[in-house]
């Protein structure tokens, strides 16, 4: 199985900053990777696909970058609403596995 | 916008079966794939398998593949998920979606408690 590995595990951040997280694949996935966002109780939203492309609704503040083994998302200016865990998404072959998580919080 | 509505939490004693069921809201729900994902509490989503609405394919993760079922109802535009031979590792929020690779409408989620 492929090995999705995110760092950091917890991310601390000011409003408005911009944070980035990484995700990290044991093998190449071209460009095959997701992003969502979940928060406390509630199901996974899909923010990115394909590595780069922005799901319609999503803010333009989230982006997704990356290829291969390494991929970042990057949140512009960090928003009450984003506090959440986030986790990335392989499907390049059977089975997808996701990463263990990022949590983010308002410091 | 498609909307998917699961079914109410169970609890299930160990080697028993549940079955959980996800309703579609689109009209077009033929050919749709409908994934199930199951993450347990503070744990990592884990993706179960997918199933091609209104027809027999199917895909399974290995750690599934001999315990899980997949079906739907095009009548009534409903996705099922059948795990059988429960045990306690099983305990989760299970969660079905839809997409071809990403998820991009997701169910609320059901837990599933299984404890003798």
């Known amino acids: 199985d492929i090995q999705m590995t995110q760092s950091p595990s917890i991310l601390s951040a000011s409003l408005g900053d911009r944070v980035t997280i990484t995700c990290r694949a044991s093998?190449?996935?071209?460009?095959?990777l997701a992003w969502y966002q979940q928060r406390p109780g509630k199901a996974p939203k899909l923010l990115i696909y394909?590595?780069?492309s922005l799901e319609s609704g999503v803010p333009s503040r989230f982006s997704g970058s990356g290829y291969g083994t390494e991929f970042t998302l990057t949140i512009n200016s960090l928003q009450p609403g984003d506090v959440a865990s986030y986790y990335c998404?392989?499907?390049?072959?059977?089975?997808?596995?996701f990463g263990q998580g990022t949590r983010v919080e308002i410091k | 916008q498609q909307q998917l509505v699961q079914s109410g939490p169970e609890v299930k004693k160990p080697g028993t079966s549940v079955k959980i069921s996800c309703k579609a809201s689109?009209?077009?729900?033929?050919?749709?794939?409908m994934q199930w994902v199951r993450q347990a509490r503070g744990q990592r989503p884990e993706w179960i398998g997918w199933?091609?609405?209104?027809?027999?394919?199917?895909k399974y993760a290995p750690t599934f593949q001999e315990r899980v079922s997949l079906t739907t109802d095009m009548s009534t535009k409903t996705a099922y998920m059948d795990l059988s031979s429960l045990r306690s590792e099983d305990t989760a929020v299970y969660f079905c979606?839809?997409?071809?690779?990403?998820?991009?409408?997701w169910g609320q989620g059901t837990l599933v408690t299984v404890s003798s």
């Open positions: 979606a839809d997409g071809s690779g990403s998820l991009g409408h």
């Open positions: 689109e009209f077009k729900f033929g050919s749709t794939v």
């Open positions: 199933i091609v609405a209104g027809s027999d394919r199917t």
């Open positions: 093998e190449n996935i071209n460009r095959w």
């Open positions: 394909t590595a780069s």
């Open positions: 998404q392989h499907y390049h072959i059977y089975p997808w596995t």
